[in-house]
């Protein structure tokens, strides 16, 4: 019930296309969405997050898309640029109970590459 | 800047040998995180402090310890590393109080060899 599923495993776009990252959760406990972008030797860097309370946040070129009852969330990237190829997270995490302040469960990550 | 700051960036030790990792912030966050990421994986958590109060997941190796002697340092100490630790660690911070709460923060990892 912990887990959140991501996909797709990898994804290939070309240059100014849009890129699709899909992610889904089972513990309606979680309040909180961020995802993760990581460069290859590089910590992940926060990239946009979102609340449950609303269904859609855009940053720039980046849109979470958030649907409650079917507990799912995507990653949505506007024209996408060769600098954007990085491996993605999703990440869910839940109000702090005992513990569990603010802990993540990751999904698996998607690796990004935008062709030229 | 306020960061989380690692060192080193490259860590080669020897098998059996122990390691010491570090991190410090001056992000002035009183939660600090260790993960360990192996290669195409994500960052799979290990311990976290909130203040000084220390928390192990449940399947964290004893092999794994950490201390933290101010708001600003935590450090990773690996006493027997084995082969298969081998990963990419990584030190995050949050804050628990204030919005955004829990966004975390990542340092740049410490890349560990073991030879």
């Known amino acids: 019930q912990q887990q959140v599923k991501q996909s797709p495993q990898s994804l290939i776009v070309q240059k100014g296309g849009i890129s699709i990252i899909n992610c889904a959760y089972e513990n309606t406990a979680f309040d909180y969405f961020p995802w993760y972008q990581q460069f290859p030797g590089k910590g992940p860097a926060l990239l946009i997050a979102?609340?449950?309370?609303?269904s859609e946040k855009k940053e720039g070129r980046f849109t979470i898309s958030f649907n409650k009852s079917a507990k799912q969330f995507s990653l949505h990237i506007m024209d996408s640029q060769p600098g954007d190829s990085a491996t993605y997270f999703c990440?869910?995490?839940?109000?702090?109970?005992?513990?569990?302040?603010?802990?993540?469960?990751f999904g698996q990550g998607t690796i990004l590459t935008v062709h030229p | 800047d306020a960061m989380v700051i690692q060192n080193p960036r490259y860590q080669v030790t020897q098998f059996g040998k122990p390691v010491t990792l570090s991190c410090s912030q001056t992000l002035n966050h009183n939660v600090m995180y260790w993960y360990q990421q192996k290669s195409s994986q994500a960052p799979k958590l290990l311990f976290h402090y909130y203040d000084k109060d220390f928390n192990n997941e449940a399947d964290t190796p004893d092999n794994f310890q950490s201390r933290r002697p101010n708001t600003s340092f935590c450090f990773l100490d690996i006493r027997s590393p084995g082969l298969g630790d081998a990963a990419m660690y990584l030190c995050a911070t949050s804050r628990d109080r204030g919005l955004p709460v829990y966004e975390q923060y990542f340092g740049p990892g410490t890349r560990l060899t073991v030879t």
């Open positions: 979102i609340r449950p309370d609303v």
């Open positions: 990440a869910a995490s839940m109000e702090a109970g005992g513990t569990s302040y603010g802990k993540l469960t």
